[in-house]
């Protein structure tokens, strides 16, 4: 059974820098591309990026300048990296696993999510 | 893009059915045929429902079942259980600089 488990520091203060880890538990990273999601009071749900196994990724052109999404396929984790947050970036974040082919457009696996707030 | 619309709650009592509404645009909902459903309960993750418009995932009911006409997609939830009392997020792929856009949120409650 495919499990995501996540984590990170919750609370940040402005300027400072947002890092979240995803273990993929039960599936290969190389099976599919893994994505972050966050819901934020202003903007709700919105996709962030993904990355495959390779570690290609594509990121969200307005967050592209802050974002670095990572992978370390010997222990199955992604990770995510937002610098220079602000409370705008305050909220939920989630990773999950983009279905492709199987079932294309919809996320089948995710983390139970991380609260994080920025404040100063 | 803008976030899907959905209403901010809909209602329905045991064994009734209720029928969530996600309204996008013609680059979202109206242009592809992958809009999908997931489940929602407090500090669990998400659960995917439905995806491409009406397909079930393995293991979930079907009483689940979804529909699109132009740019509004439709998630219902037939013969309500108290289980089903959740938040339902409605989502549509947006093409590759924003591989999904999401709704609003819907919370169901049963009666």
């Known amino acids: 059974q495919v499990r995501l488990q996540q984590w990170g520091a919750g609370l940040l203060k402005p300027s400072e820098t947002l890092s979240l880890t995803c273990a993929v538990h039960?599936?290969?990273?190389?099976?599919?591309?893994w994505s972050w999601i966050r819901q934020t009071p202003g903007k709700g749900l919105e996709w962030i990026g993904e990355?495959?196994?390779?570690?290609?990724?594509n990121y969200r052109p307005s967050l592209k300048g802050r974002l670095t999404i990572s992978v370390d396929t010997s222990k199955s984790q992604f990770s995510l990296s937002l610098r220079s947050v602000t409370a705008a970036d305050t909220g939920f974040y989630y990773c999950?696993?983009?279905?492709?082919?199987?079932?294309?457009?919809?996320?089948?696996?995710w983390g139970q999510g991380d609260l994080v707030t920025v404040s100063s | 893009q803008s976030a899907l619309t959905q209403p901010p709650s809909a209602s329905g009592s045991p064994g009734q059915s209720v029928t969530i509404s996600c309204t996008g645009t013609s680059s979202d909902i109206g242009y592809y045929d992958y809009v999908s459903w997931y489940q929602l309960y407090p500090g669990k993750a998400p659960k995917l429902l439905l995806y491409e418009v009406s397909k079930r995932p393995s293991g979930v009911p079907d009483r689940f079942s979804g529909s699109k006409s132009g740019n509004t997609a439709s998630l219902t939830v037939s013969s309500l259980q108290a289980e089903d009392e959740a938040d339902y997020l409605c989502s549509s792929y947006g093409g590759s600089n924003n591989l999904a856009v999401f709704g609003t949120g819907t919370k169901v409650t049963v009666l």
């Open positions: 990355i495959n196994y390779r570690g290609g990724t």
């Open positions: 039960g599936a290969s990273l190389s099976d599919n591309y």
């Open positions: 999950a696993r983009w279905c492709g082919s199987t079932c294309y457009g919809a996320f089948d696996y």
